[in-house]
């Protein structure tokens, strides 16, 4: 079954966001800790307690994840480069009809999904979509400086703009998951119903807007 997969999606893929050295490895044996740490906890302390080590174990593993995609997998280049021009990419992309730089700009975007998914699952600080959007852009910031002095990426304003867009992303769709709550005041009723409702439109808003690009700009 292993080899079927790696045959269909191969390992040293662009889709692949763990190539640095040994990563096979690694994520094989990470997985299979999660596993058995999830089914020891569910048979001796039962499934609610699993079901928290679960978020938490997913969370830790994205934050990998983020990490092998931005920082471990990239190759040391001779001088740091930044660029602080805002929207490059997109224009861009759009003027030369690049499929890889939509593929750049869609990727980080979709890479910080699951980190605002996962956050607001994990600690109730996280509950707030504006604690959540700040951690997913401070950790980007974060990032982009690592790129730039250990001279390991292309430090770029754009990527930040697209990593906390995709932590927006996934907060929103966290809120438009999770059941309301019971015994509500009406004012709170409105207040939720308001804030799904402005969820759903950054969501479709987004879909629709990289459909309309990717539409006109790209051909066939």
């Not at 020891?40 to 990998?64: H, Q, S, Y």
């Not at 730039?148 to 809120?175: A, K, P, Q, V």
Request: include cysteine; glycine fraction near 6%; charge should be positive.
């Amino acid at each position: 079954m292993l080899n079927s997969i790696t045959n269909l999606i191969p390992w040293n893929s662009i889709w692949n966001p763990y190539t640095f050295p040994g990563a096979q490895t690694i994520v094989m044996l990470v997985i299979l800790a999660m596993v058995v740490t999830v089914s020891f906890t569910a048979l001796f302390f039962g499934r609610k307690t699993a079901a928290g080590v679960l978020k938490k174990e997913l969370l830790l593993f994205w934050l990998f994840t983020i990490l092998s995609a931005t920082l471990l997998a990239r190759k040391e280049t001779a001088e740091p480069r930044i660029n602080m021009e805002l929207f490059w990419t997109v224009r861009y992309a759009w003027e030369r009809h690049s499929r890889i730089h939509w593929f750049y700009i869609l990727g980080n975007i979709a890479l910080f999904i699951p980190l605002g998914y996962l956050l607001p699952m994990n600690g109730k600080i996280f509950k707030f979509s504006l604690l959540t959007v700040l951690f997913g852009f401070f950790l980007s910031v974060a990032i982009e400086a690592t790129q730039y002095f250990f001279r390991i990426g292309l430090c770029e304003l754009d990527d930040m703009f697209n990593n906390t867009w995709g932590t927006l992303l996934g907060y929103s769709i966290y809120r438009l998951t999770i059941p309301g709550l019971r015994g509500q005041s009406r004012m709170k009723e409105i207040l939720n119903f308001v804030s799904k409702c402005g969820c759903a439109l950054i969501i479709l808003g987004t879909v629709v807007l990289f459909f309309t690009l990717l539409k006109i700009n790209l051909p066939g």
